[in-house]
Structures are given as C-alpha cells and as structure tokens.
C-alpha cells in the first residue's frame, strides 16, 4: 500500500516564507538579509578566483520626507536599478534595501 501526498503548497508556502524573509514586501528590493547572505558566500569565491568586484551603497538620507511630501508612488520609483553603469563584462547593478 503506497499513500501520495500533494506537497505543492507546501512547497509554495515555503517559497513565499523565503521570499518575505529576504526582500521588502514594499518596493519588492532585495534586504540586508539577502545581501549578507550573497555577500558570505560570494567573498570566499572571489577569493579563492582572484577576482574582484565593487559594492556602492546610497544612502537616501530623510526618505520619509520624499513619501511624505510627494506621495508614497513618487517614492516608490526612486530605488530602482539604472538603466546602465556596469562596465561591459561586470556583474549588472542591483539595488537593495538594506
């Protein structure tokens, strides 16, 4: 006798658990979370290749008077990616709210 289970949603249910875990509900940019983690484990790599790399952090000082002033969708545009920036053959540019 076998017994079957559809372990689906729990798979999803785990899925989401992780996303919310490592990214701001609000703009959906990855948290300091997630950048601790990729950062752990992409230094020891680096490393280890003799490669290098950059990470620029913005601090957007008194952002709550961006929201408060010009509403909460102006604010929401600001923290995005560049268009470009990333020299060619470098890793692209990711934001995260850290």
């Given at each position: 006798?076998?017994?079957f289970s559809d372990i689906s949603v729990l798979e999803h249910s785990q899925?989401?658990?992780d996303y919310?875990?490592?990214?701001d509900l609000l703009?959906?940019?990855p948290n300091r979370l997630l950048l601790s983690e990729?950062?752990?484990h992409t230094l020891p790599r680096a490393q280890r290749d003799d490669d290098r790399g950059a990470v620029q952090v913005v601090d957007l000082d008194h952002f709550k008077h961006i929201n408060e002033s010009l509403g909460h969708n102006v604010g929401e545009l600001l923290p995005r990616p560049p268009a470009s920036g990333s020299p060619a053959g470098s890793a692209p540019a990711v934001p995260w709210r850290v």
């Open positions: 006798m076998a017994v899925q989401e658990l919310r875990a490592h990214h703009s959906t940019l990729r950062v752990e």
